[in-house]
């Protein structure tokens, strides 16, 4: 057979626009930015309290005034929100201290508005840390209950809000929660507090360290008669257009890493401004194989924050922010 001359240069040469950073960085699809994180924080009663959470390094028990501090740095760093979760001195069955007035929450809310105002302060409303059972509504011969709890939900929302909240975020996944808390809110003269509704929120292993620093841990039972089964997606967009119709500002997708594919759908599909939650586990995971050696601890932290961004969120809530930060710093 004859031989035929084939040329074996590539008329399309993608690896053209990767040969130097300038190219690369001028074809970049997806950056982040300091605007898309939200810092978790845990405030605890007392003072002077900062307790670094075994399973989290570099994540505290903070009491208010520590919060305080623990802001102004934040907000020197260039994040511009934190959403807080108190843990109360004393839990009771009906989680009383997550609607108290002078409940941690509420109360590190105040001191933040007054002394870092321009830092935008989420709360977190759910029962969970707050029940001595550790179920994140009222719970009656084994059943957690919805509509019960939805009530005392909107009335923690309520006193968030009263206490100088910017926004609230429920995450307690039962029905009817967003409809309830949106019109208690616009009731007592809150209409323009947004919510962000943790939408999707699947029972999930990865939130073992968060159930450390919230001493949230079920004390029998788990969550999954309210949270999401794993398996499913279609259900998700369900929970989101359904917290869309009552109300959601922003909508939610927790855990982040390992739900992708749903955090793409649900951005597709709604084109609302969505977040993720970048949990505890993720985060231990990456602190645990990097102290190991494992891992470039700083360099899977951006790439892991990139992909969620990639794959559709606006804002992420995460324990890297303030490092995050830094980085965005160092490598401008
Ligand atoms: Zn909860």
Redesign the pocket.
């Given at each position: 057979m004859e031989r035929v001359d084939v040329s074996t240069s590539p008329i399309v040469r993608l690896r053209r626009l990767r040969m130097n950073e300038p190219l690369r960085s001028m074809v970049r699809e997806t950056s982040l930015s300091k605007d898309d994180f939200i810092y978790p924080l845990f405030v605890v009663p007392g003072e002077k309290v900062r307790k670094e959470v075994g399973s989290m390094p570099g994540v505290y028990q903070l009491s208010v005034d520590q919060i305080v501090v623990e802001c102004v740095e934040v907000r020197a760093l260039g994040i511009p929100a934190v959403i807080l979760f108190g843990i109360p001195e004393e839990k009771d069955e009906t989680g009383s201290g997550a609607y108290d007035e002078l409940g941690v929450v509420q109360l590190a809310v105040r001191a933040l508005k007054k002394e870092v105002p321009d830092l935008l302060v989420i709360t977190d409303v759910?029962?969970?840390e707050y029940t001595s059972h550790g179920h994140?509504g009222l719970v009656r011969d084994n059943e957690i209950l919805n509509d019960e709890s939805v009530e005392l939900l909107a009335r923690e929302a309520l006193s968030h809000a009263q206490a100088g909240a910017d926004m609230v975020a429920p995450?307690?996944m039962f029905d009817g929660r967003v409809r309830a808390i949106r019109s208690i809110l616009d009731e007592r003269g809150f209409h323009n507090t947004p919510i962000m509704s943790y939408a999707a929120k699947y029972a999930s292993g990865f939130y073992g360290p968060f159930r450390d620093a919230a001493e949230s841990a079920p004390a029998f039972g788990d969550r999954r008669s309210h949270q999401m089964d794993p398996g499913n997606s279609d259900e998700a967009l369900r929970e989101v257009a359904q917290d869309i119709q009552e109300g959601a500002d922003i909508v939610m997708v927790k855990p982040a890493l390992p739900y992708l594919d749903v955090l793409y759908r649900v951005r597709e599909r709604f084109g609302m401004p969505t977040a993720a939650y970048n949990v505890s586990g993720e985060y231990a995971m990456v602190k645990a194989a990097a102290r190991l050696g494992w891992i470039d601890g700083e360099r899977v932290m951006m790439e892991m924050l990139l992909g969620i961004k990639r794959a559709g969120a606006d804002l992420i809530l995460t324990y890297f922010a303030k490092e995050a930060a830094r980085y965005l710093d160092k490598t401008r």
């Open positions: 759910c029962l969970c994140c995450s307690d």
